[in-house]
Structure formats: structure tokens, C-alpha cells
């Protein structure tokens, strides 16, 4: 893919992040650039507690930078009201979190159709969107269930379902596959490989599992909160990273 003729859906600028205040202030991000393009999936690599699962945050906007600016499809999304970047996350982001964040007193499709029911839209035909996406993932027998009769594996998969319920024009992914076997991990890579190629589309991933990393079009490495690094997938060094 050549980076430079291709539209940039994800943007950040000098983007700072701290956590805590006076003395006990830590600077998790230290001025992040980086970019994210139509069609790719970028992987984001490094050490645990190097800054990548603040640096998702702040781009899915859940989280706002102490400095800098964030860019989403040409919108600066860092200087909307919180109601404006809720109503935009709601249409325009699938945000796949590591601690899977499912609702323990609903069931699968229930949980799977919650993006659907912040759009407005009726949760009959949610529902029925939401078994689509559950059947994507493999969980077509387990619909009616709630998340506490599933395995860790079968919740994630839920949700990233749920994740990708309304065709998000970008995921971003946190660990989407530690909880999945090789074969399920691969399945989950498949759909977000079919949904970037749709025009407009993008997946940012954090990931620290070497099996899906051929998936990626383009790797990031992180440390201490800044990127180190940016390569095509072709040009990684994947036996250094071993």
C-alpha cells in the first residue's frame, strides 16, 4: 500500500497525555504523531505500559489529551462538546475494549445490539442485526445466553461483535485476540481484514500476539509513550520481534 496517495482516516498531532497531578504527575504520551490510513489495518506494538491503550482511548475519544489535536476523517474530534464526540463515536467508531465491558443482566444479542440502540434504532431490528454479527463470530448458538454462561474466549467474541454491529468506519482494538484461540483469532482478523476494504474504512490494533501480526499492512512500535517506530508489515523485522 502506498501510504502517501492514500486518505488518511486517523490523525494525531504532538499529542500529550498525563495521569495524576503535581508531584505524582506522570506524562504517559509524549507528543504522538501518527496516522492512520483508508483501507489498512496498523497494528500497534510495545512494552505494557508504554502508552498504547491511552493513545486508543484518545483516538476513539474516550479520553481527552492534555495537548495536541486528534483528527477522525478530517474532523477535529479533540474540540467537540462530550455530547458531539459521544453522537460521532456512536456512528463512526467500533471500540473493542481489553476487559471486554459486557452487560452481565443481558444476553449476547442484547449486549451485541447496544450500538444500534444508542443510533436509535428498534430493538427488534437491532436484534436482527445483532445475530448477524454474532453468527460473523461464531456464536450463533449462544445468543440467548448471558455473558457469565460464556467462556472468556466467547466474550470477546461478543464483543467484537458488538463492535462491529453497525460497520463502523474505524475499530480500534485492544487485545481483541488474547482471549482467542489461533483458529478464532484468525476468523476475527478475517472480518476486520473484509470490513477495511470497504471504502472509507480503517483498524487500528493493539496487539501483542505475534500470530496475527501478518494480518497488519503496517506495524507501529511504541515505547516509553512515543512511536519508535512505523514500517509496512513487508519491511518489519518479524525474528528481532520474536
Same mark, same amino acid.
Given at each position: 500500500?502506498?501510504?502517501?496517495?492514500?486518505?488518511?482516516?486517523?490523525?494525531?498531532?504532538?499529542?500529550?497525555?498525563?495521569?495524576?497531578?503535581?508531584?505524582?504527575?506522570?506524562?504517559?504520551?509524549?507528543?504522538?504523531?501518527?496516522?492512520?490510513?483508508?483501507?489498512?489495518?496498523?497494528?500497534?506494538?510495545?512494552?505494557?505500559?508504554?502508552?498504547?491503550?491511552?493513545?486508543?482511548?484518545?483516538?476513539?475519544?474516550?479520553? @481527552?489529551?492534555?495537548?495536541?489535536?486528534?483528527?477522525?476523517?478530517?474532523?477535529?474530534?479533540?474540540?467537540?462538546?462530550?455530547?458531539?464526540?459521544?453522537?460521532?463515536?456512536?456512528?463512526?467508531?467500533?471500540?473493542?475494549?481489553?476487559?471486554?465491558?459486557?452487560?452481565?443482566?443481558?444476553?449476547?444479542?442484547?449486549?451485541?445490539?447496544?450500538?444500534?440502540?444508542?443510533?436509535?434504532?428498534?430493538?427488534?431490528?437491532?436484534?436482527?442485526?445483532?445475530?448477524?454479527?454474532?453468527?460473523?463470530?461464531?456464536?450463533?448458538?449462544?445468543?440467548?445466553?448471558?455473558?457469565?454462561?460464556?467462556?472468556?474466549?466467547?466474550?470477546?467474541?461478543?464483543?467484537?461483535?458488538?463492535?462491529?454491529?453497525?460497520?463502523?468506519?474505524?475499530?480500534?482494538?485492544?487485545?481483541?485476540?488474547?482471549?482467542?484461540?489461533?483458529?478464532?483469532?484468525?476468523?476475527?482478523?478475517?472480518?476486520?481484514?473484509?470490513?477495511?476494504?470497504?471504502?472509507?474504512?480503517?483498524?487500528?490494533?493493539?496487539?501483542?500476539?505475534?500470530?496475527?501480526?501478518?494480518?497488519?499492512?503496517?506495524?507501529?512500535?511504541?515505547?516509553?509513550?512515543?512511536?519508535?517506530?512505523?514500517?509496512? @508489515?513487508?519491511?518489519?523485522?518479524?525474528?528481532?520481534?520474536?
Amino acid at each position: 500500500m502506498l501510504m502517501s496517495s492514500s486518505t488518511v482516516i486517523a490523525e494525531t498531532r504532538s499529542l500529550v497525555k498525563s495521569f495524576g497531578s503535581g508531584a505524582a504527575r506522570i506524562e504517559v504520551l509524549h507528543g504522538i504523531d501518527i496516522k492512520a490510513y483508508e483501507s489498512e489495518i496498523l497494528m500497534l506494538l510495545g512494552p505494557s505500559g508504554c502508552g498504547k491503550t491511552t493513545l486508543i482511548s484518545i483516538i476513539a475519544g474516550t479520553l @481527552t489529551p492534555d495537548s495536541g489535536s486528534v483528527e477522525i476523517f478530517g474532523e477535529p474530534l479533540n474540540w467537540k462538546k462530550k455530547s458531539a464526540i459521544t453522537k460521532f463515536r456512536a456512528l463512526n467508531v467500533g471500540f473493542i475494549f481489553q476487559q471486554f465491558n459486557l452487560i452481565p443482566t443481558i444476553t449476547c444479542e442484547e449486549n451485541a445490539c447496544v450500538p444500534l440502540l444508542i443510533q436509535g434504532m428498534s430493538m427488534s431490528k437491532a436484534i436482527k442485526h445483532a445475530r448477524v454479527s454474532l453468527d460473523q463470530v461464531g456464536l450463533s448458538e449462544h445468543m440467548k445466553k448471558r455473558p457469565n454462561q460464556l467462556s472468556g474466549g466467547q466474550q470477546q467474541r461478543v464483543a467484537i461483535a458488538r463492535a462491529m454491529v453497525h460497520k463502523p468506519r474505524l475499530i480500534i482494538c485492544d487485545e481483541p485476540t488474547a482471549a482467542l484461540d489461533a483458529e478464532n483469532g484468525k476468523l476475527v482478523m478475517q472480518l476486520f481484514r473484509d470490513l477495511v476494504k470497504q471504502p472509507g474504512r480503517c483498524a487500528i490494533v493493539v496487539t501483542h500476539d505475534n500470530r496475527i501480526l501478518s494480518f497488519s499492512d503496517r506495524i507501529a512500535t511504541m515505547n516509553d509513550g512515543k512511536i519508535i517506530d512505523s514500517v509496512a @508489515t513487508k519491511d518489519f523485522d518479524f525474528a528481532h520481534h520474536q
